[in-house]
């Protein structure tokens, strides 16, 4: 994750709505490209400070389950502040298994999501927010509605 640039504006008010009271732990923010998506996810990161955050940034190879899966599983070691060798045939339940035994908040921010293609990424990402843990937040951030 990079750093926030000097002379952004900070959107209190966007901040507020994605941490408010009774929202969903799952945020998908859309906007076309250099709305400044990743702008506010990398504020609303700051805004929180509390619990642990990972950061996936997509790129259009990861359209492969498997490396999805790992680039997944290294935002949650980011996250949670340690290294963890994963299963070598991973699949979403070790994701899921690993983020229910965290004892502080967790949140993890998807980033460029509209580059996924893969309807088993699709599936295990539905699966993943279906599952989702009470302490675990996630932002996906796109160009478009994923599938």
């Not at 935002?75 to 994963?86: K, N, Q, R, Y």
Request: hydrophobic fraction near 40%.
């Amino acid at each position: 994750m990079s750093p926030l640039r000097y002379g952004n504006v900070p959107r209190e008010r966007l901040l507020d709505l994605i941490d408010g009271p009774g929202v969903a732990p799952v945020t998908l923010i859309l906007a076309p490209a250099g709305y400044g998506k990743s702008t506010i996810a990398r504020q609303w990161v700051e805004h929180r400070r509390a619990g642990q955050f990972g950061w996936y940034q997509m790129h259009a190879e990861h359209n492969v389950h498997a490396t999805f899966l790992r680039h997944l599983w290294q935002a949650i070691d980011d996250a949670v502040g340690e290294s963890e060798a994963p299963p070598e045939a991973i699949e979403m339940e070790h994701v899921i298994k690993r983020l229910k035994v965290q004892s502080s908040p967790v949140a993890l921010v998807l980033d460029d999501y509209h580059l996924v293609q893969n309807v088993l990424i699709h599936r295990s990402v539905e699966r993943l927010l279906n599952d989702l843990t009470s302490s675990t937040s996630i932002l996906i951030l796109s160009r478009h509605v994923p599938e």
